[in-house]
């Protein structure tokens, strides 16, 4: 798990509201964690073409940045049915893993930090 791949930070779009419930649990878990077994995840380069495709113009959803070596759980690229491949984590995400929370610059179409 510790490759170069897993060097690079990934990114999971949340609804705002899911992850501010993982803030109170102390642990992230997305719906598709009990559906598919699996977070999805992206590469930074991934981030917009995958919010641009799900989640379009919503302002009510942030972009957790991720340190994936960080994870007790296993991280697998897996190839989507669009040919591309992208990180899965598999179990929940935390908080101590998440490194920034973002938000989505439409405008832009680019990352923003909360933090800043």
Request: charged share 25%; net charge negative.
């Amino acid at each position: 798990m510790k490759s170069d791949q897993f060097a690079e930070m990934i990114y999971h779009i949340a609804e705002q509201k899911e992850w501010l419930e993982g803030v109170e649990l102390g642990s992230y878990r997305a719906a598709s964690l009990n559906s598919e077994g699996f977070i999805h995840c992206s590469r930074k380069d991934q981030v917009m073409e995958v919010a641009e495709r799900l989640f379009f113009e919503r302002t009510d959803v942030v972009v957790l940045e991720i340190d994936p070596q960080t994870l007790p759980v296993e991280v697998r690229y897996e190839t989507a049915p669009n040919g591309k491949s992208y990180p899965h984590v598999f179990g929940e995400i935390p908080l101590q893993a998440v490194r920034r929370v973002l938000v989505l610059d439409w405008m832009n179409h680019t990352l923003g930090d909360l933090s800043a």
